[in-house]
């Protein structure tokens, strides 16, 4: 018995399950370029020239087509070697996160370059990507690294006394003064105290850590079981200091209005007794003036203002 032959209708509209041939990838949006399949594999030689093509094609596409993403995203996977190479400047640090950390924040600013690199310059794309890498680097470890915000000036001050110390304590046998410190990187001794106290917000510790290394304290005693309290009249301080100088500027007769009122706790009758006016005059006066004291001590001084040249208004019975 013959066997049937397919027909060509039946042979065409077979499906690629139907054969098991698998089903062809779509071809991304290369927008004329060759297709790089694996970018973070090209030599760093070729990358460079490369790079240049990708970079004027890049210029010439729309942001947000699937062309400027496929351009843009080759570019990056090609120089991430520029990134790799800037953080091993940094592997010594211990401080600042695991290394995968850096490479994110490094190929933050590569991205950066990227869309800040304009090819018409005729530069060379790694004189401006490096800078653009370790500044996001060096800026994420002055942003975490530290417990508390210090200037960067005595953040790199602490840096370059922990380098000094070092070099001393080979050099004397000994732990360096302060005075060694500063004839070591020609400053100040007072320059080199203010280094080593900023050096103190480098780390902090828990309150709650115990302190069992001083002698004075009992094992598994913190920090917290022995300071202070918060004083509650530390609040009273700052406003006295502030209503002092509004209380100079009243006249005889409102600071002695205060000083039966407060002072000696008198009825408002007992107080218009005392100066000659009426209780309904006290009570407007009082109002009136402790009004005036309160939005005082409240409001903001002008930049030319002190407190002391605030004047209260003038009271008319």
Same mark, same amino acid.
Not at 12 to 35: E, F, K, M, N, S
Not at 48 to 74: A, D, I, M
Not at 241 to 262: G, V
Not at 298 to 315: C, I, K, Q, V
């Given at each position: 018995?013959?066997?049937?032959?397919?027909?060509?209708?039946?042979?065409?509209?077979?499906? @690629?399950?139907?054969?098991?041939?698998?089903?062809?990838?779509?071809?991304?949006?290369?927008?004329?370029?060759?297709?790089?399949?694996?970018?973070?594999?090209?030599?760093?030689?070729?990358?460079?020239?490369?790079?240049? *093509?990708?970079?004027?094609?890049?210029?010439?596409?729309?942001?947000?087509?699937?062309?400027? #993403?496929?351009?843009? =995203?080759?570019?990056?996977?090609? =120089?991430? &070697?520029?990134? #790799?190479? +800037?953080?091993?400047? !940094?592997?010594?640090?211990?401080?600042?996160?695991?290394?995968?950390?850096? *490479?994110?924040? $490094?190929?933050?600013?590569?991205?950066?370059?990227?869309?800040? !690199?304009?090819?018409?310059?005729? =530069?060379?794309?790694?004189?401006?990507? %490096? @800078?653009?890498?370790?500044?996001?680097?060096?800026?994420? !470890?002055?942003?975490?690294?530290?417990?508390?915000? *210090?200037?960067?000036?005595?953040?790199?001050?602490?840096?370059?006394?922990?380098?000094?110390?070092?070099?001393?304590?080979?050099?004397?046998?000994?732990?360096?003064?302060?005075?060694?410190?500063?004839?070591?990187?020609?400053?100040? /001794?007072?320059?080199?105290?203010?280094?080593?106290?900023?050096? =103190?917000?480098?780390?902090?510790?828990?309150?709650?850590?115990?302190? &069992?290394?001083?002698?004075?304290?009992?094992?598994?005693? &913190?920090?917290?079981? *022995?300071?202070? /309290?918060?004083?509650?009249?530390?609040?009273?301080?700052?406003?006295?200091?502030?209503?002092? @100088?509004?209380?100079?500027?009243?006249?005889?007769?409102?600071?002695? %209005?205060?000083?039966?009122?407060?002072?000696?706790?008198?009825?408002?009758? #007992?107080?218009?007794?005392a100066l000659g006016i009426s209780q309904m #005059?006290?009570?407007?006066?009082?109002?009136?003036?402790?009004?005036?004291?309160?939005?005082? %001590?409240? +409001?903001?001084?002008?930049?030319?203002?002190?407190?002391? $040249?605030?004047?209260?208004?003038?009271?008319?019975?």
């Amino acid at each position: 018995m013959p066997v049937p032959v397919p027909s060509s209708r039946t042979a065409d509209t077979a499906r @690629p399950a139907d054969t098991g041939v698998p089903a062809p990838r779509p071809r991304p949006h290369t927008a004329g370029l060759p297709l790089i399949e694996d970018p973070r594999e090209v030599a760093p030689s070729d990358a460079r020239e490369l790079s240049k *093509v990708f970079f004027k094609r890049l210029r010439e596409l729309s942001e947000g087509t699937p062309e400027y #993403q496929y351009v843009r =995203n080759t570019l990056i996977e090609m =120089n991430a &070697s520029l990134v #790799q190479y +800037a953080v091993r400047r !940094f592997r010594g640090r211990g401080e600042g996160g695991d290394m995968e950390d850096i *490479v994110q924040v $490094g190929t933050i600013g590569l991205i950066k370059a990227i869309d800040r !690199f304009d090819p018409s310059l005729e =530069n060379e794309f790694s004189t401006l990507a %490096m @800078p653009y890498i370790t500044g996001e680097i060096k800026r994420h !470890f002055r942003d975490t690294t530290w417990a508390v915000h *210090v200037p960067r000036r005595l953040q790199e001050l602490r840096i370059d006394i922990a380098k000094a110390k070092e070099e001393l304590t080979v050099r004397l046998d000994r732990s360096p003064t302060v005075a060694d410190l500063a004839a070591h990187l020609r400053l100040t /001794e007072e320059d080199v105290v203010e280094g080593l106290v900023a050096a =103190n917000g480098h780390t902090s510790g828990s309150l709650d850590a115990p302190q &069992s290394e001083h002698g004075d304290q009992t094992e598994g005693q &913190s920090l917290a079981d *022995v300071m202070g /309290e918060e004083e509650p009249a530390m609040e009273l301080v700052e406003d006295i200091q502030t209503l002092a @100088p509004l209380l100079e500027k009243l006249t005889d007769r409102e600071r002695r %209005m205060l000083q039966l009122r407060f002072g000696e706790e008198l009825t408002q009758a #007992q107080i218009g007794a005392a100066l000659g006016i009426s209780q309904m #005059q006290v009570s407007r006066l009082l109002t009136r003036l402790l009004t005036h004291l309160r939005e005082s %001590m409240l +409001a903001d001084p002008e930049p030319s203002e002190t407190p002391a $040249g605030r004047t209260a208004p003038a009271l008319r019975v």
